[in-house]
């Protein structure tokens, strides 16, 4: 089965600073997803990423996906206190279809005034 | 913007009780997925939907059912509840082919 590790497991930073995580893969990765979790709330889609050396941003976030599909990295860039939280990277179960995620174990992520 | 709710966001049950969690979503998705978040294990898909009636074993099925019984809600079942399965559960839908989840809020149920 596919595993998915993120690094680091958590990050304090300190308001105003750039920061990446990290997510890599066991296997090869049909499709790549990143997502946000308030404390104790659900999850909200950030990202997907499916071709090799893609790259998508939205606001103050990146994400990359290598070339080997089997890393990605989400960076933000001069962080704020609303970008706090916990962060997930989650893959395709399977080579297609929506039979649900594995997802990592998620960065916490906390922002320093 | 599709909303996915859930019944409850905190539950308290006794041990051996019989437990439903309700999801409904609104958009009209085919497909819905409950997990649960654990920490230090993360989310695990238990459960998932293709489509009325339909059900597929996710990761780690012992010790839940579902039921389908109309497109837009999606229940799931502790037939007896046990201590190990105080957690997190989280629902979520996908139009079509997407696996691109959408996630209601959370419940969070303690099993005492």
């Known amino acids: 089965s596919q595993e998915l590790e993120q690094s680091p497991q958590s990050l304090i930073v300190q308001e105003g600073k750039n920061l990446t995580i990290n997510c890599t893969s066991s296997?090869?990765?049909?499709?790549l997803y990143w997502y946000k979790q308030k404390y104790g709330e659900g999850l909200i889609f950030l990202m997907m990423?499916?071709?090799?050396?893609e790259e998508k941003s939205h606001e103050k976030i990146t994400a990359k996906l290598d070339e080997k599909k089997q890393q990605s990295s989400l960076h933000i860039t001069a962080s704020q206190p609303s970008h706090a939280g916990i962060y997930l990277c989650?893959?395709?179960?399977?080579?297609?279809?929506?039979?649900?995620?594995?997802f990592g174990k998620g960065t916490h992520l906390i922002i320093q005034p | 913007d599709v909303k996915v709710t859930q019944s409850s966001r905190y539950l308290v049950k006794r041990t051996g009780e019989k437990v439903f969690l309700e999801c409904v979503q609104d958009?009209?998705?085919?497909?819905m997925f409950w997990y649960r978040q654990d920490p230090g294990l993360g989310l695990r898909l238990i459960y998932f939907?293709?489509?009325?009636?339909?059900?597929e074993k996710g990761d780690i099925p012992e010790g839940y059912s579902v039921s389908r019984e109309k497109k837009e809600r999606f229940s799931l079942i502790l037939e007896s509840a046990s201590t190990n399965q105080t957690s997190m559960y989280l629902c979520?839908?996908?139009?079509?082919?997407?696996?691109?989840?959408?996630f209601g809020p959370g419940t969070r149920l303690t099993v005492t």
């Open positions: 990423l499916q071709k090799g050396g």
């Open positions: 296997k090869t990765l049909y499709g």
């Open positions: 989650g893959a395709d179960r399977s080579g297609g279809g929506a039979d649900g995620l594995t």
């Open positions: 979520a839908s996908t139009p079509g082919s997407s696996n691109e989840q959408y």
């Open positions: 958009m009209d998705h085919e497909n």
């Open positions: 939907s293709y489509d009325v009636k339909m059900k």
